[in-house]
């Protein structure tokens, strides 16, 4: 995918003080630096762009993401075995 750096429509925040577009995360200071405000939507940028924190941060939310998506396979699985035992699944 081609690095995308124009913006998606505006979300309700954008501008405001709460708007905060998620750019890595500080240990040192958590509430006040690590966040960019792209403005409107989201802004996708190319893997080789990115620098080293973006990268581990960028690394970090592909991992919980992998384990969340394995986690709703395991157990819809185990939801649609039990709705066939008791012979609810259709």
Request: net charge negative; charged share 20%; with cysteine.
């Amino acid at each position: 995918m081609p690095e995308t750096l124009t913006c998606s429509p505006a979300t309700a925040n954008n501008g405001t003080a709460n708007a905060k577009y998620a750019k890595y995360i500080s240990a040192v200071h958590p509430a006040s630096e690590g966040y960019t405000d792209y403005g409107q939507g989201n802004v996708d940028k190319a893997w080789s762009s990115l620098s080293a924190d973006e990268r581990k941060a960028q690394a970090r939310y592909m991992g919980i993401y992998a384990g969340t998506v394995e986690d709703l396979d395991y157990n819809i699985g185990l939801l649609i075995q039990h709705l066939k035992d008791i012979g609810e699944y259709e």
